[in-house]
């Protein structure tokens, strides 16, 4: 199992992700959203010129909100600092865009941005289409090194839906997810699989994948309830119960939609949403406040046991080890730990000291 870890991407952090080198983890991913953050190509440079080994990539990047020549670039230009060790983490955009008040990128739109991106990644020329007008486009001055693109940088693609993960089959180096049922997972992995067969391409050996996922190391006698518990899971918990929320909005607000973990404070979040200040097309702003940094105070009674349980790796450090191998056995083999912005560093140190080394 890989150790990874996601963070509020603060341009003040990147000594962070030093920090969990020395502790041992094997990987950082370092999230891109605009209106909530600082600059994580910014927060990468700094960060790979101050480590050695750990493997440094976004957390993930955003098609939306820029070009693929410019991602494409971008993160040659981190590999060109960590060469060998910078990756490319990318969806179509569920928190970047929608604090905009948009919708992700559409799948059609997103194929097309990752062929532009992992053909100029290869080096070679590619047909780009801008405004309407397509010109082939290809690096220039690539001996000179402003970019690294010797070094293969993969491409872990972030999907959930079926089309994403066929895309993911079709252009991934691996896949990024927030966890499911089994069911849910296995229906993925086919649709990947499925990508994949349809591109002409085997996946590659290891495909890597890797859960993006809240956590909390329980002492004996802690239970779920207790606020420690809340505090370092609840940014995490209550991110996915937005998420849930725009997806059950979206696609026609059918009850099916909802994770069965939410379903017992359902109506009660549905309240707030109505009750919010802001008129139904700005909205979007205090509904993600808070995203994956901090529990909003009024979200505190939507932290249930069953919504801890169900979105996050949580229990003592045996019970943890046998949720990984749950997550082995569906076939992932790394987690990306994102706790609340004042607990990060007791999180990551929770696991490295009292979980990594019984699986290590």
Not at 66 to 74: D, Y
Not at 155 to 166: D, F, L, M, T
Not at 286 to 315: N, W
């Amino acid at each position: 199992m890989e150790f990874g870890i996601c963070f509020d991407t603060h341009i003040d952090k990147w000594d962070l992700i030093r920090y969990v080198e020395e502790l041992g983890y094997d990987r950082a991913w370092v999230p891109d959203s605009q209106m909530i953050w600082s600059d994580c190509y910014a927060v990468m440079a700094l960060a790979a010129q101050a480590t050695k080994r750990i493997k440094i990539g976004t957390g993930v990047a955003i098609p939306g909100t820029r070009l693929a020549p410019v991602t494409a670039h971008s993160i040659a230009t981190i590999n060109e600092i960590a060469p060998g060790r910078t990756f490319l983490g990318i969806g179509t955009g569920h928190t970047a865009m929608r604090v905009m008040g948009q919708h992700p990128m559409r799948i059609k739109e997103f194929r097309e941005y990752l062929r532009v991106v992992r053909t100029l990644l290869k080096g070679e020329a590619v047909e780009y289409t801008y405004a309407g007008r397509t010109r082939e486009i290809q690096f220039l001055h690539q001996d000179l090194h402003y970019l690294d693109l010797e070094h293969p940088i993969p491409i872990y693609v972030a999907a959930n839906g079926p089309k994403a993960c066929e895309i993911a089959g079709e252009f991934g180096d691996g896949w990024v997810t927030a966890v499911g049922s089994p069911a849910e997972v296995k229906a993925q992995r086919t649709m990947i699989d499925q990508g994949a067969r349809k591109a002409g391409r085997e996946l590659p050996n290891p495909f890597d994948t890797t859960a993006l996922i809240g956590g909390c190391v329980l002492r004996p006698g802690e239970k779920l309830t207790d606020d420690r518990v809340i505090d370092e899971t609840g940014s995490f918990v209550s991110a996915i119960l937005h998420f849930a929320y725009e997806i059950w909005k979206d696609m026609g607000k059918k009850d099916e939609l909802i994770p069965p973990y939410f379903a017992n404070v359902w109506d009660q979040y549905l309240a707030r949403v109505e009750d919010m200040s802001l008129p139904e097309q700005a909205r979007f702003r205090q509904i993600h406040d808070g995203h994956c940094t901090y529990l909003q105070p009024g979200e505190r009674k939507f932290m249930t046991p069953e919504a801890i349980k169900g979105s996050c790796l949580v229990g003592t450090p045996e019970e943890i080890v046998h949720q990984l191998s749950e997550l082995e056995k569906l076939g992932i083999h790394g987690i990306s730990l994102l706790p609340p912005a004042e607990f990060q560093r007791k999180v990551f140190r929770d696991f490295s000291e009292l979980v990594m080394p019984l699986v290590r």
